[in-house]
């Protein structure tokens, strides 16, 4: 099974059919989806300017795409190996029990479904990167009332989702599911009130 490189070079690769360089650039995405798979798709496709099903994109278009996505994925490997040196330095020192940042962590551990859009229709418009940067920045610093993504503070909670964890706040800006550990307490408790007006 390829992996994520290797299917990059096969994006990148003129000799290949245009075919090929697009499913490449589609299972690119079974290894990195910040999004989800549908919701990725969507927005390299809209950022890029191609259309979801075009057969034979503009190769240049694809690269494009490619390169949002390995940006996105380079800021995310970073992250990912910051916070395994940190977790070692815990251990060290005899801390064993992780902490809430931890528990999300794991669930996203490879990127996929790191700012998870349950509606594929409905993500940052911003890129890849950007959008991880703001949530890694979040992560990092204490709990707040907004969304990290896009700032804004209608968040609704919502159930079953179509990813782990399976209910949690949805920006109703940009879409993404906002993991817990950024939000105080307060804020998780006003997305469990808006679910109820909501519903009501």
């Keep these: 099974m390829a992996g994520f490189r290797s299917l990059a070079r096969q994006v990148r690769d ?3 059919d245009l075919a090929l360089r697009r499913y490449s650039l589609r299972k690119c995405l079974e290894r990195f989806a910040p999004y989800g798979h549908r919701a990725t798709w969507d927005h390299l496709c809209s950022r890029a300017g191609f259309g979801q099903e075009d057969r034979s994109p503009d190769p240049a278009r694809l690269v494009a795409a490619l390169d949002e996505l390995e940006e996105a ?7 990912e190996a910051q916070f395994a040196e940190r977790r070692r ?3 060290h020192d005899g801390l064993r029990r992780p902490g809430s940042v931890d528990d999300w962590h794991r669930l996203t551990w490879g990127g996929f479904g790191v700012a998870w859009c349950d509606d594929p229709r409905v993500h940052p418009a911003g890129p890849l990167a950007e959008t991880l940067r703001r949530l890694i920045a979040a992560l990092e610093r204490e709990p707040g ?3 990290p993504v896009c700032s804004g503070s209608r968040l609704v909670w919502k159930n079953d989702l179509a990813h782990e964890p399976s209910s949690g706040p949805v920006c109703t800006g940009c879409g993404i599911v906002v993991p817990r550990p950024v939000l105080t307490s307060a804020a998780l408790a006003e997305a469990r009130r ?5 519903s009501a």
Excluded: F, H, I, S
């Excluded at 994925?73 to 992250?79: G, K």
């Excluded at 808006?194 to 909501?198: E, K, M």
């Design 14 to 16: 003129p000799r290949n």
């Design 73 to 79: 994925r380079a800021v995310w490997l970073a992250y």
């Design 89 to 91: 330095r815990e251990k």
């Design 145 to 147: 009332d907004a969304c």
């Design 194 to 198: 808006a679910r109820l007006l909501v």
